[in-house]
């Protein structure tokens, strides 16, 4: 079955940095593309970056642009999301999964969510 773990989260001050990581089984990982999420209290799940299967394309939310890198290594399934100049607007839980479109319309791909890794902008 699918599973995915996510890792690295924690409490930094505002500016800080962090590298989550995703170790994803149970699907073939290097034919999907992956996507980072976060959710708040309250909120839905938020997409935050993608990256498509080769790692050669990757996409971002406009409010971590400049600031967060995804990036892959297929030969080890996991998928990875450096963090920089962290704002307290970041705090949330950091989920990943793979992502599909179907008909023009994305979205997670698995129901199996990880249990996310928590992540703390706070001085």
């Known amino acids: 079955q699918v599973q995915l773990v996510e890792s690295g989260g924690g409490l930094v001050q505002p500016g800080g940095s962090l590298r989550l990581s995703c170790a994803a089984s149970?699907?073939?990982?290097?034919?999907?593309?992956m996507s980072w999420y976060r959710q708040t209290p309250g909120k839905g799940r938020e997409l935050v970056a993608t990256i498509h299967s080769s790692g050669g394309i990757t996409i971002y939310e406009d409010s971590v642009k400049g600031r967060f890198t995804i990036s892959r290594d297929n030969a080890k399934n996991t998928v990875s999301l450096q963090m920089t100049g962290l704002k307290p607007e970041d705090t949330a839980v950091y989920f990943c999964n793979a992502r599909a479109c179907l008909n023009y319309v994305c979205g997670p791909k698995y129901t199996d969510w990880g249990q996310g890794t928590q992540v703390t902008v706070s001085s």
């Open positions: 149970g699907f073939t990982f290097s034919t999907n593309t």
